[in-house]
């Protein structure tokens, strides 16, 4: 079992067909929270990419303070039928 990242961070993974697509998406984050260095990996032999990084959740930018205050989870708990 995998541990949990300290109180106020979330470990994010993002799987990805190239890496300019993982840094995309990763940059986007970045721009809302704070985050530690992504560090990424090839996934499978069709050259995907995997790409982790810890983002600071107390300490938020204006795009996500927003979004964080006007919602709300419905569906705690669950997990995609990928994951463990």
Not at 70 to 76: A, D, F, L, M
């Amino acid at each position: 079992m995998e541990s949990l990242p300290s109180e106020g961070h979330a470990e994010v993974r993002i799987v990805a067909a190239t890496p300019e697509a993982a840094r995309r998406v990763a940059e986007v984050l970045r721009r809302c929270f704070a985050s530690t260095e992504q560090r990424s990996y090839p996934v499978g032999h069709q050259g995907g990419t995997r790409l982790h990084l810890t983002l600071d959740t107390a300490h938020t930018a204006e795009p996500a303070r927003s979004w964080l205050s006007t919602s709300s989870s419905t569906e705690q708990g669950q997990s995609h039928a990928d994951e463990v």
